[in-house]
């Protein structure tokens, strides 16, 4: 399979301010997703990220707090906005390949965000 | 409301003692199952997809198997490297196939020599 790749690996920051996390792949997928995974519980899906068009997101997720981009078919970034301690969490991209299943998702190594 | 459930919510054996994992779940037609594999600080490694009762996968010292209401995933003589938190997530057939994957908590599995 492909290598996902995701920038940063970790990152401290300040409440009220805004990172954006990259996600790489170095193939063409169909799908790509962003969870979340707070500490001692389960994977949680944000929003799948559509090319070109605006991300469809899960309930409990707004883009003004999780803005999507996916400009094409191997890339895509999600910032979150305004942060919090309550945003301290590993966010993980997910991609599905041409050619396998598309609820088959492998997963991007994560970005861990701690807010202060 | 679609669930998964895992238990136990951690499992330490010894080298060579061979166990279950349990996932259980809860949704309006199953679609399909899948089952992961997580090391710390890394994100999930996907290991099986199981789509219907009887289903069998295997891979390694790995083995998934499905019934209508649960899935087992069952090491056999497991080795230190087998450690690992294990996530068993479905997906229901409400949802299109490219769409959300609800997973459990995970068991966090350690082997000792």
């Known amino acids: 399979s492909a290598v996902i790749s995701q920038k940063p690996s970790r990152d401290i920051c300040q409440r009220g301010t805004s990172l954006t996390i990259q996600c790489q792949v170095d193939?063409?997928?169909?799908?790509m997703f962003w969870y979340r995974q707070q500490p001692g519980q389960s994977l949680t899906l944000i929003a799948t990220a559509n090319q070109g068009s605006e991300a469809t997101y899960e309930s409990g997720f707004v883009i003004d707090k999780f803005p999507i981009s996916r400009p094409n078919l191997t890339f895509s970034t999600l910032t979150v906005s305004n942060m919090s301690p309550e945003d301290s969490s590993i966010y993980l991209c997910?991609?599905?390949?041409?050619?396998?299943?598309?609820?088959?998702?492998?997963f991007g190594p994560g970005t861990r965000l701690t807010v202060l | 409301e679609d669930q998964v459930t895992q238990s136990p919510e951690a499992l330490r054996l010894q080298e060579g003692e061979s166990s279950s994992l349990n996932c259980s779940y809860t949704v309006s037609g199953l679609r399909g199952l899948f089952w992961y594999r997580q090391d710390p600080g890394k994100g999930p490694e996907f290991l099986f997809t199981l789509y219907s009762a009887g289903e069998e996968k295997e891979k390694e010292r790995l083995k998934a198997t499905l019934t209508k209401k649960e899935s087992f995933l069952h090491i056999t003589a497991p080795k230190p490297e087998d450690s690992a938190t294990y996530l068993c997530?479905?997906?229901?057939?409400?949802?299109?196939?490219?769409?959300?994957?609800?997973f459990g908590q995970g068991t966090e599995l350690s082997v000792k020599p």
């Open positions: 997910s991609v599905t390949y041409f050619g396998r299943a598309l609820n088959e998702q492998f």
């Open positions: 193939s063409q997928v169909t799908m």
């Open positions: 997530a479905v997906q229901a057939v409400s949802v299109w196939e490219g769409g959300k994957l609800i």
